[in-house]
């Protein structure tokens, strides 16, 4: 298995005299990525492949020389981000895990559990889902008829119908690594953001016929992403409440 953290952001709304990028931002006195890299501590550091952007060299001087690194020069989305990595995944025929630098409240037992069951099943793509009606901006996991996954819309680009559903996507996913990478050419920026958004790809991969599954988290926290100083400040109470700080 393997994991690629896109990490390149500059963090616009975090953004004070230091101009860090976002990941080195500081949750109880850590950067951000380096909590993040200590939750996939169930991978060897040669499977994790972290994206890098904005001052690049800060980011890979803090995690050291045991990791991948790729370079993403524009930020264009979360599909784009994976998508600079495709060269060094040629050759691979495996699971693939998508973390991000900026969320580290995903815990590894969590993103373990996620994985076993993505590969016991035989998935395509597997996502983390939560319930959560306090984070009104997620995006939403839509389901068909039948009550398979049909795609994730965004919270920004959700129809009042759709802002009412419970279930929603976490962040995390877990792909085989050929369907993920022969798919996403497929993506297109036809979206309020005009980014390439990873989560296009489980929509075209259930169209195809493919199986896309949902792991549940027990624990909505995990969700929480830092975008903001207000949003720093709920992680690290997060992380003190379990034991993190």
Not at 156 to 165: F, G, H, I, L, V
Request: charged share 30%; glycine share 8%.
């Amino acid at each position: 298995m393997r994991a690629i953290v896109p990490a390149a952001g500059k963090g616009k709304r975090l953004q004070g005299s230091e101009n860090l990028p976002k990941v080195l931002y500081k949750a109880c006195g850590r950067p951000l990525l380096e909590v993040v890299l200590e939750q996939l501590s169930f991978l060897s550091p040669e499977d994790i492949y972290i994206v890098v952007g904005y001052r690049k060299e800060e980011v890979m001087a803090v995690c050291g020389d045991r990791y991948h690194y790729v370079e993403q020069k524009e930020q264009l989305g979360t599909g784009h981000a994976v998508a600079v990595c495709e060269d060094l995944f040629r050759d691979y025929d495996g699971t693939v895990l998508i973390d991000y630098g900026d969320m580290p409240l995903f815990r590894k037992e969590a993103m373990e559990e996620m994985c076993r069951y993505h590969e016991e099943t035989g998935a395509a793509c597997t996502l983390m889902t939560a319930e959560d009606p306090s984070l009104t901006m997620w995006a939403r996991i839509i389901r068909d008829e039948n009550g398979r996954f049909a795609r994730i819309v965004e919270g920004k680009d959700c129809t009042p119908e759709q802002a009412k559903t419970k279930e929603l996507f976490a962040g995390v996913l877990a792909f085989d690594a050929k369907a993920l990478f022969e798919t996403l050419p497929l993506v297109d920026r036809n979206n309020v953001q005009g980014e390439y958004y990873l989560t296009e790809v489980p929509e075209l991969l259930a169209k195809k016929g493919l199986l896309v599954e949902t792991w549940k988290t027990d624990d909505p926290d995990d969700l929480r992403g830092v975008n903001t100083i207000e949003d720093l400040i709920r992680c690290e109470k997060v992380m003190r409440k379990r034991g993190m700080a």
